[in-house]
Nanobody, 119 residues
């Protein structure tokens, strides 16, 4: 079992930055593919970024603005979000999967953290 707890969401003006953190339990954190997803009101959940030992993945909508990273010693994955836009407003979720691919079904999910970008 893996438990995930997100933090770092909040309200920011357009053009600003936020860093989300996701603390994970479990002794095999380094072996998991970690992903960040988001769900805006009235829309489907979408993948934002993912990371594992092979590298990183970004959705086209965030490339060049968001950076995913992880600290395996701290069992934590981060999402640095720069140049935020109002359309980035959503609940952001951290997720983990044991498979070594970025997309597909994720096994564990956090509770989500709200990010609101004002114009």
């Amino acid at each position: 079992q893996v438990q995930l707890v997100e933090s770092g969401g909040g309200l920011v003006q357009a053009g600003g930055s936020l860093r989300l953190s996701c603390a994970a339990s479990g002794r095999t954190f380094s072996s998991y593919t970690m992903g960040w997803f988001r769900q805006a009101a009235g829309k489907e959940r979408e993948v934002v970024a993912a990371i594992n030992w092979r590298g990183t993945y970004y959705a086209d909508s965030v490339k060049g603005r968001f950076t995913i990273s992880r600290d395996n010693a701290k069992n934590t994955v981060y999402l640095q979000m720069n140049s935020l836009k109002p359309e980035d407003t959503a609940v952001y979720y951290c997720a983990a999967r044991s498979a070594a691919t970025y997309l597909g079904r994720y096994d564990y999910w956090g509770q989500g953290t709200q990010v609101t970008v004002s114009s």
